[in-house]
């Protein structure tokens, strides 16, 4: 993984033994030991970051960068799409990075191969984010959606269903809150981690 400052993340040592369930970084990240990080060197968390057990980012084939503040719940996946047709040949596939700004909760059971996800956004659970299709920032994603590849979901939308559709264009306020549940998420997290 690739801290924001030194090209390195090193794990930080303050006395946490070898049984915790969560390596925390010198850029307050906490990874799960039972997540799992494939191409390291190309799987970048900006500080503050959350993967819980059994999340997947996969930096083989293009990079995987989240900003500050991003919750990654169990059972998740996130790995870059792979150009579209034209772009590529028939067995080196070149593919799109796989972009999370800061404030980003995604929920457990999702699968996302989108290129660029925004700045204050919540993916439902068991949601599907097809191959390089963009969020806007502030935007929620309900429970159970599929969104089709290549779609650009624009700021401020509340989208739900197989195929997910708009269903509300939401407020402007909703960008404080976004920003304000994920910041609760993870010192919510932080503090039960102490206990």
């Known amino acids: 993984m690739v801290d924001n400052n030194?090209?390195?993340?090193?794990?930080?040592k303050n006395n946490a033994s070898e049984e915790d369930p969560y390596i925390k970084t010198a850029?307050?990240?906490?990874?799960?030991?039972?997540?799992s990080i494939k191409g390291a060197n190309r799987v970048e968390l900006k500080g503050k970051?959350?993967?819980k057990p059994n999340v997947t980012l996969d930096g083989e084939k293009a990079w995987v960068k989240a900003g500050r503040y991003c919750t990654i719940h169990t059972n998740t996946i996130l790995q870059p799409s792979p150009m579209p047709p034209p772009y590529y040949e028939n067995e080196d596939v070149a593919c799109v990075p796989?972009?999370?700004?800061?404030?980003?909760?995604?929920q457990s059971n999702c699968h996302i191969e989108a290129a660029a996800i925004g700045s204050a956004v919540q993916i439902g659970h068991d949601s599907t984010l097809?191959?390089?299709c963009i969020i806007k920032d502030c935007c929620i994603i309900e429970p159970n959606s599929h969104i089709a590849d290549d779609t650009v979901v624009p700021p401020f939308t509340r989208m739900a269903g197989k195929p997910a559709?708009?269903?509300?264009?939401l407020p402007e306020s909703v960008a404080v809150d976004l920003v304000d549940a994920a910041v609760d998420e993870y010192q919510n997290f932080v503090e039960d981690t102490k206990k």
């Open 6 to 12: 030194t090209q390195e993340e090193q794990p930080t």
């Open 27 to 35: 850029t307050h990240n906490y990874v799960s030991r039972l997540a």
């Open 49 to 51: 970051c959350v993967l």
């Open 98 to 106: 796989l972009i999370l700004k800061n404030h980003v909760v995604i």
């Open 130 to 132: 097809g191959k390089r």
């Open 165 to 169: 559709v708009m269903v509300e264009e």
